[in-house]
């Protein structure tokens, strides 16, 4: 009865790697590293079949889920779960506050947490949103083009 448990539990979490992996656009995600491209490359080909891309997924899931059970009983309790997802969160709380905090002081305050959409090219979030919603580009949203971006942003 446990070795299937365990398979169930492995494969779920290797079904939750695939989509983080495969929406992973930054070395950096939310699970951590994203593998390298050689690292994936088991036969050194120069491209990724999708078995090593699944290979790779079910490699990390099972190191991160050997990780989670700290006591090594081979399943995962719901004091290792909460641990684990306790880390994760500080982790994400830990790059917000890096990314806003931008006169170091280890705190946002109103002002950074406003400036949080700044974009490259100087443009805020706001901004790119409306100049994407404004189709025909007059600098005014119709009810048209209201109704349009509320039908796009449901279906996300």
Do not use: C, H, Y
Not at 8 to 24: D, P, R
Not at 74 to 84: N, V
Not at 116 to 139: L, P, S, T, V
């Amino acid at each position: 009865m446990k070795t299937p448990m365990k398979l169930l539990t492995l494969s779920v979490l290797a079904g939750a790697s695939l989509a983080t992996f495969t929406l992973q656009a930054a070395a950096e995600g939310p699970r951590g590293e994203r593998p390298a491209f050689e690292t994936l490359d088991a036969d050194g080909n120069g491209a990724l079949t999708q078995a090593e891309v699944q290979q790779g997924i079910e490699a990390q899931a099972a190191i991160r889920f050997a990780a989670a059970d700290t006591d090594g009983d081979g399943t995962l309790s719901r004091t290792e779960l909460l641990a684990q997802g306790e880390a994760r969160r500080e982790g994400r709380l830990d790059r917000m506050i890096a990314r806003l905090d931008t006169d170091g002081d280890g705190a946002i305050s109103p002002a950074e947490l406003a400036n949080r959409g700044q974009g490259r090219n100087g443009k805020d979030r706001m901004g790119r949103m409306f100049e994407r919603a404004d189709a025909d580009g007059d600098g005014a949203l119709s009810a048209q083009e209201w109704d349009d971006v509320r039908f796009r942003r449901g279906r996300r």
